[in-house]
DNA sequence: AGTCTACTTTACGTAAACGTCAAGCTAGTC
DNA sequence: GACTAGCTTGACGTTTACGTAAAGTAGACT
């Protein structure tokens, strides 16, 4: 119903397309469809179906990548879905709700303040490794020309 | 053997002590005992042993806090592994070893990279949600004091 | 009509990272 | 000398995040 028309043609790759099927996302992400199935599954996708088809729209695009970024930083699905609820439930909800998702960013906030700072020594002692690495070559190739 | 007489007394909590038990570790570090043991179980800890009994000293402590960095990064038990033992052999090793470690630490480097400007993304997305729901209690209060 | 190809559901399997008993040793205390 | 607290090993259980077939469907091509 209103498949209002929509220039189709010379609208080739603008990044922001009209939809995708869960083999074209599980490409460009580099994950597996099962991957993406499982995060329906999970709550945190809700693509459209056409027949029994799903298909993919911005929206979904949009969460995916979050999601993925949320991985990356170590947060679990159930994590990223309460971030994910936060962004769709913002505008609505009574106070009490606002004022425990204003909690909740809080909290987020100060885990990735956490996190900042975790990266900063473990970069810091990486140099150390590296510097020490780096040494040890010096001495074995200043002990290969003496020789 | 050899029990270098320490000054026991009137040397406190300097944060640099002679020993921990499993228990004591597990209750600075919020973890349980079950975990340290695990994580020795995976080759990133290797305590004295004095009796049946474990004894973990410094070297212990600061790799047991490594982990739980790792961990809050998102890295496996796996990878911190691989760091630890970076740390550990970065001074002896051949040649090829030394270079295959250089290579590891610009892989963690970039990960961390990543992670980093996810960080930075992610910040930024938890601002724009936290504005919007401030907006939206606004709307609440003034709808409030109209009424 | 037959055959790909890409999707679908269902379901069992698996690796990682512990949790959770169970049962036993041991050093210090009442 | 019984008791308790804290340690030990062993083993099975649990959660998370998917992997991996198996079996079916639906559209496109030959």
Redesign the pocket.
């Known amino acids: 119903m209103s498949d209002a028309p929509q220039p189709a043609t010379l609208e080739r790759s603008t990044s922001s397309r009209r939809s995708y099927?869960?083999?074209?996302l599980?490409k460009v992400f580099e994950?597996?469809?099962?991957?993406?199935?499982?995060?329906e599954?999970?709550g945190l996708l809700t693509?459209e179906?056409r027949?029994?088809?799903?298909?993919y729209h911005e929206k979904d695009r949009v969460r995916l990548k979050l999601?993925l970024r949320g991985?990356r930083l170590g947060?679990?699905?159930?994590?990223?879905r309460e971030v994910i609820q936060l962004y769709d439930r913002a505008p609505d909800g009574d106070e009490r709700q606002l004022q425990r998702l204003l909690d909740i960013l809080a909290e987020k906030r100060l885990a990735m303040q956490q996190q900042l700072e975790d990266i900063r020594v473990l970069q810091q002692e990486l140099d150390d490794v590296e510097t020490r690495c780096r040494e040890s070559l010096q001495v074995l190739k200043a002990a290969r020309g003496k020789r």
């Open positions: 099927t869960i083999g074209e599980a994950v597996t469809p099962r991957t993406i199935r499982f995060y599954q999970e693509p179906r027949g029994r088809n799903r298909v999601t991985k947060f679990s699905l159930a994590e990223i």
